[in-house]
């Protein structure tokens, strides 16, 4: 039992649980306090031919519009001993093997994309792109004999792009088993071939800010909430100057201006860390901004005089 606030009552009373028509009842006066819930315990059935199988699984997994047939097919349990039949270790058996998984490659392809994904902190919607860039790939070129983990990592990074979620390439690096950016860069260039010749148009990836990267490298960094919103104003003023440098490069140095112009200073090391720019590119991008500083910094964060105080 446990206790629920009952309206009739007017107060905390213990509730009964009626599991089979989905009820929940305040125990002294009867009153239905909720109906028709839904169960979320577990309801294993079991179709194995012996009950000392233990099999949980119920169900299949859900309809992948992606796969053939949605995803959904027939699997003949492997005979056991003392329950075996002739028709299941039979022709029927082999024949189910042979067809059962003809996406089989796919499959395994959506399994480490998610797997990626997760590593990465992924949404599902880019996820999800990235198996329908895959499929469209596979579909007009197998890409058997390639590596598998490039080109995973490729259709990830192409999905975040397309989803204004960008992420660097360094990122896909360290979550790829060793493969490098330059296979990466490599992979890329092939899907992105293949995707324009299928629809006859480019592929569009959209524009990459260093407000695409900013947020998170604060999170990562635990800067306070008001060092972030400066250096988020810092970013975006940046953008009207001619800084002939890479987005990510570009937040690293705003990232490391505004940390040395608050109490809560972060060593260049660890910018460089979480950002994955060398601390050589990060002091570069700060002395092409460094003139610049008293047109970025927002007012309410540092005055001119604690800008003086910043060191080339």
Known sequence: MADSYCADCKRLTEVVFDHSAGDTICSECGLVLEAYSVDETSEWRIFANESSDHDPVRVGGPLNPLLSGGGLSTVIAKPTAGGSTELLSGSLGKLQARSSHP??????????ISAMSDRLGLVTTIKDRANEIYKKVEDQKPLRGRNQEAIVAACLYIACRQENKPRTVKEFCSVANGTTKKEIGRA???????????????????????????????????????????????????????IRRSPISVAAAVIYIITQLSNDTKPLKEISIVTRVAEGTIKNVYKDLFPHLARIIPDWFANEEDMKNLKL
């Open 103 to 112: 996406d089989r490659n796919l499959i395994q392809a959506f399994k480490s």
């Open 188 to 242: 890329k260039e092939f899907i992105v071939k293949h995707l324009e010749a299928e629809m006859g148009q480019s592929v569009e990836m959209g524009t990459i800010h260093a407000s695409d990267y900013l947020r998170r490298f604060c999170s990562n960094l635990g800067m306070t909430n008001q060092a972030v919103k400066a250096a988020q104003e810092a970013v975006q003023k940046s953008e009207d100057l001619d």
